[in-house]
């Protein structure tokens, strides 16, 4: 795994160690592309600004944030965001987290699929809503550089990234129809999806 793009740098230590792998073991490449992709651009939105943000809790949860989309951890009951935070406090009771951080990498898990967040309210939240909103959908693409842009999808690849998320997301609404994918699915959401600049060369 690259530990630096565009200058912006990944976390150190056990706890970032043990997301990548397990992501990388339980997602197909195009999805573990993503969840590292999804990192790198909500560190980079943060970077830009000057702001501060808690790296490793943001790494994890990034890398864990759609593993509930997968087969061995997908839930027939609830929303595959609320299954991801289930999985993240498991996840982090395994390395040792306190209750009030593995709390805190599901919320943001959680929330990702939310509303808005402000960064006065949830840095984290906020950047994990950043970082996923523009690569999957190319939504704020506009306040990276083109440099950093081509540079990251040059590390991380989409390999068909577009069609593949879609077609989990249309799976997760047929089954839960009252989930936010349902409603993203409702809407232009997979058109603007499967029209990212970012697959666009």
């Not at 795994?1 to 970032?16: D, H, K, N, S, Y």
């Not at 990192?39 to 702001?51: Q, V």
């Not at 951080?101 to 808005?116: F, G, K, Q």
Request: glycine share 8%.
């Amino acid at each position: 795994m690259l530990i630096e793009v565009g200058g912006v740098r990944v976390p150190g230590g056990r706890a970032a160690e043990a997301a990548q792998l397990v992501c990388e073991e339980y997602a197909d490449a195009s999805l573990y592309h993503h969840s590292v992709r999804s990192y790198f651009f909500g560190a980079a939105w943060a970077e830009n600004r000057g702001l501060d943000f808690d790296r490793e809790l943001f790494f994890v949860s990034s890398l864990l944030h759609d593993l509930a989309l997968v087969p061995p951890f997908d839930s027939h009951t609830v929303a595959f965001e609320e299954a991801g935070g289930h999985l993240a406090r498991v996840f982090t009771a395994g390395l040792g987290w306190s209750a009030e951080r593995r709390d805190r990498a599901a919320e943001l898990i959680v929330l990702h699929m939310r509303d808005d967040v402000s960064p006065e309210v949830d840095m984290e939240s906020r950047l994990l809503q950043v970082g996923t909103s523009a690569d999957v959908s190319g939504s704020g693409l506009e306040a990276f550089d083109p440099s950093f842009r081509r540079a990251l999808v040059e590390a991380y690849p989409r390999l068909g990234f577009a069609k593949s998320f879609v077609d989990l997301f249309q799976d997760q609404a047929e089954r839960k129809p009252g989930c936010a994918a349902a409603d993203l699915i409702a809407g232009d959401w997979a058109e603007r999806t499967t029209s990212n600049p970012l697959d666009q060369g």
